[in-house]
């Protein structure tokens, strides 16, 4: 039997390292600027227990490989043997119905109930067990978890105890419903319980004209039975029920109560696994394969030590929102990224609403889906572990708003700073901004040479195209590559957003007249605006 039983994690000390950084380490920004909180609230729509639990699966992602490729391993299983989705949903279902009438057999109320709980936890267990390996034995199961998984259960379907368990519960069940064949009886007497041998006419009974006149009450004439709510003490009319079953079948309640007395301790709940863990894995594949169904394309990443390839990459949270409008994966628009063994930042410049933001996300997002061991949106693709994923999104989009901006800007990026090291991942959007044009880009060269030498995997953002236009060929900053958000002029001078990032050296060509001519915004009144906030001065325009 395996020493240590779980699908999320492929070692006890794997899972201690995990909780121990849980609430430790901010996570505020992967929730907020990358939107995973969109995708968690997606995924586990319908999930009611430890909801929390499957949350900070997401929101402090994995550190190192062998936990990752484990939970990649089971995603990729799930996802190559359909049948496995099926009998993982049917065996997690399970689980809480064992445990549940398991906790029902030891309330000590009634020792006859206690005892026929008892038996229904084993044949509920024994269910289960014969399910989950005979459907999995056949199946070619690659996984580590998925594999130690099924060995836990076939050692247990093939010991002598357990098939012990299995001959004496199934025929003490069959002997129990036999018995359990008689009616039951009324009487307005002294012994006012008797047992009807025989066929009996269940509408000629109050009991049958109550259930009769209840399912039309309740408009379902379907209705032909109903049962007592078992989980209050016994009544009296109870007690006297089973006094007087005990009368008529005497040998089966003694068998019963032997049952009870060897099985009381019998591991029925301690074999399985908490369900949370079978929800991580079911409730992501449900969300994949609603997307896959209007052409979203998903993969198994796979990990690399030194560089990062993605092809396909788009913003998965966009693509549910484009999902939940009726729409498909033709609307939303696939970008490839990579960071070869030479390259550490990446500066992405170009238009105004020309997607570096989504892009941005779509990159973030894509990492900390990876690191958590799920399919991630994308074609294809081969990633790094990071220890930490940082971003640097501004609080508002809009210029202007917060006057004490860039003080704060620098302070995040100040303390940002402190924790990030070689093997970090940084993603910043937009910073500095709010300052003035020279200022930004100066900030800029700064920064971005203080992260090249400490050696970390950054994406960086920005409208200060002299950026990439300065560093790109600059050998003290090797490392530096970059990326532009494609538009193509028109004869107006507008520029079409194709949503398309590619490997380009900045233009410095921005468009940003476009967005005044959809507003209605002249560039006399943008101008005034921009002075009057101080954000420029009078020597910009002469």
């Known amino acids: ?45 319908r999930t009611k227990k430890d909801r929390d639990k499957l949350e900070m699966l997401f929101y402090y992602p994995l550190r190192d490989a062998d936990p990752v490729s484990f939970r990649l391993e089971i995603m990729q299983d799930i996802r190559d043997i359909p049948a496995l989705y099926d009998v993982l949903m049917e065996f997690s279902k399970a689980l809480p119905d064992i445990r549940d009438v398991y906790a029902k057999s030891k309330t000590g109320r009634n020792a006859d109930q206690d005892a026929a709980r008892l038996l229904e936890c084993a044949c509920d267990y024994i269910q289960a067990v014969n399910s989950f390996v005979e459907k999995t034995r056949p199946m070619d199961l690659k996984s580590r978890g998925m594999q130690r998984l099924r060995e836990h259960f076939s050692k247990i379907y093939d010991s002598k105890e357990y098939k012990t368990l299995s001959e004496e519960a199934t025929t003490l069940d069959r002997d129990v419903k036999d018995a359990s064949s008689f009616f039951f009886a009324l009487n307005n007497s ?16 109050i009991a049958g004209k109550i259930v009769k006149d209840a399912a039309i009450l309740f408009r379902n004439e379907q209705k032909t039975n109903c049962s007592i709510y078992n989980n209050i003490p016994t009544t009296p009319l109870e007690q006297e029920l089973i006094g007087a079953f005990r009368k008529q079948k005497p040998e089966v309640f003694e068998r019963l109560m032997k049952f009870n007395e060897k099985y009381a301790t019998y591991p029925f709940t301690e074999d399985g696994i908490i369900e949370y863990e079978f929800e991580f894995y079911l409730a992501y594949i449900a969300f994949v394969r609603t997307l ?6 998903f993969c198994v990443p796979r990990i690399a030590e030194k560089e990062q390839r993605v092809f396909g990459v788009y913003d998965l949270g966009l693509a549910h929102e484009v999902f939940e409008s009726g729409g498909d994966a033709s609307r939303v628009i696939a970008n490839d990224f990579q960071f070869l063994p030479d390259e550490r930042v990446l500066i992405i410049t170009g238009p105004n609403q020309g997607g570096k933001t989504t892009f941005a996300r ?11 061991g799920c399919l991630v949106a994308a074609r294809e693709a081969t990633f790094m572990i990071v220890d930490r994923i940082f971003t640097q999104f501004p609080e508002r989009e809009i210029v202007g708003q917060n006057k004490g901006r860039l003080g704060e800007e620098v302070t995040r990026i100040a303390e940002m700073l402190k924790n990030v090291t070689s093997k970090s991942f940084i993603i910043f959007n937009e910073s500095f901004a709010s300052a003035r044009r020279a200022d930004g880009a100066e900030l800029g060269r700064h920064l971005i040479k203080r992260l090249l030498d400490i050696g970390c995997n950054v994406l960086f ?25 494609e538009a193509q002029e028109a004869e107006d001078g507008s520029g079409r957003r194709t949503y398309k990032i590619i490997r380009k050296t900045s233009t410095g060509v921005a468009f940003a007249m476009d967005i005044c001519r959809r507003t209605g915004v002249t560039f006399e009144q943008l101008e005034q ?6 954000l420029i001065g009078e020597e910009a325009t002469k």
């Open 1 to 45: 039997m395996a020493d240590y039983l779980s699908i999320l994690w492929p070692t006890e000390q794997s899972k201690s390292d995990w909780e121990e950084r849980v609430g430790t380490e901010f996570s505020g920004t992967i929730k907020r600027d990358l939107n995973a909180e969109r995708i968690v609230n997606a995924v586990f729509a």
């Open 190 to 205: 002294p012994n006012s319980i008797g047992i009807i041998r025989g066929t009996l006419n269940l509408d000629e009974t």
């Open 292 to 297: 896959e169904e209007r052409g979203f394309q």
């Open 362 to 372: 779509s990159v973030g997002l894509f990492q900390v889906l990876a690191q958590t």
């Open 461 to 485: 953002v920005t409208h200060l195209y002299e950026l990439s236009q300065e560093l790109d060929n600059d050998p003290d900053y090797k490392g530096v590559v970059s990326f532009m958000a």
């Open 529 to 534: 605006l921009l002075k009057e906030r101080k």
